[in-house]
């Protein structure tokens, strides 16, 4: 139906998640079950990828991996199972030696059959949030690049003047690399209200790790936009952002 162009029909919002597992993972695991010996003789496992995944998120990676515009139609939610249901794969790890390889977004493409510049290339169009004071994209996140531990790399761009932040986390960490532009990074630690100030300028190349529990701004304080590579270590998810703003 996606590759014919239909219609796809979500009902609800498409924010009901679901954990998805590509089915060669799924076959490995079964084997491996199969095969095993002597640590065990009755266990349940869930065999999953370990990652809640939105309809709306699943969407998002069809139409950048599809050649094709693919239209969709959200309808009066209905009645069926839970929006959300949690799986964790950390027994099936330790337990069988297994662990999922493949990508959500590989395993569309394989399940698909699509085979286009786009797939083979690993073109991946980006999703732009814009507001007055500029635009901010995710770049990559672990499913693009098949490896969980990833985290999550993006662009922010700042208009001349605007300041983005005032938050902290209390265990992601994150860097800052200013690479077009200038900007004025500000730190203030929540324990010792102590605060710093940091130039990041395309003329000094330079990466910068925020602090945890560290409420951090950054202010554009060039002529032009300001161009931020950014890196965190742990792709944001909605159910546990650790995301606080200044009080």
């Known amino acids: 139906m996606i590759n014919e162009g239909k219609t796809i029909s979500v ?12 089915v060669d993972d ?4 079964i084997i491996k ?3 095993h010996q002597g ?13 809640q995944t939105s309809l709306n998120k699943l969407l998002e990676i069809l139409k950048s991996v ?3 515009e693919i239209p969709v139609e959200y309808k009066k939610t209905l009645s069926g199972p839970e929006w959300r249901i949690n799986k964790d794969n950390q027994s099936a790890k330790e337990l069988l ?5 493949t990508s959500l977004r590989q395993g569309l493409i394989n399940s698909l059959g699509i085979k286009t510049e786009n797939t083979l290339l690993q073109i991946k169009k980006l999703v732009k949030h814009q507001d007055s004071r500029g635009m901010f994209a995710e770049v990559l996140r672990p499913e693009d690049i098949d490896n969980p531990a990833f985290g999550q790399m993006s662009i922010n761009v700042t208009s001349p003047g ?3 932040g005032g938050h902290y986390h209390l265990y992601k960490r994150e860097w800052f690399c200013v690479v077009r532009g200038k900007g ?26 925020i602090p945890t529990n560290n409420v951090h701004w950054i202010k554009n304080i060039g002529k032009s936009d300001m161009f931020l590579l950014l890196y965190i270590d742990k792709s944001y998810n909605s159910e546990t952002a650790d995301t606080y703003r200044e009080e």
Request: proline share 3%; charged share 35%.
């Open 11 to 22: 009902n609800g919002d498409g924010k009901q998640e679901r954990d998805y597992l590509y």
């Open 26 to 29: 799924a076959v490995e695991a």
């Open 33 to 35: 079950a199969t095969l």
């Open 39 to 51: 640590k065990f003789e009755t266990a349940e496992l869930d065999i999953c990828s370990g990652t």
């Open 66 to 68: 599809c050649p094709q």
């Open 97 to 101: 030696g297994w662990q999922p390889t």
């Open 162 to 164: 605007e300041t983005k």
């Open 184 to 209: 004025l990074l500000i730190l203030r630690d929540r324990a010792t209200k102590k605060r710093k100030e940091i130039i990041l300028s395309e003329d000094k190349l330079r990466v910068v790790e």
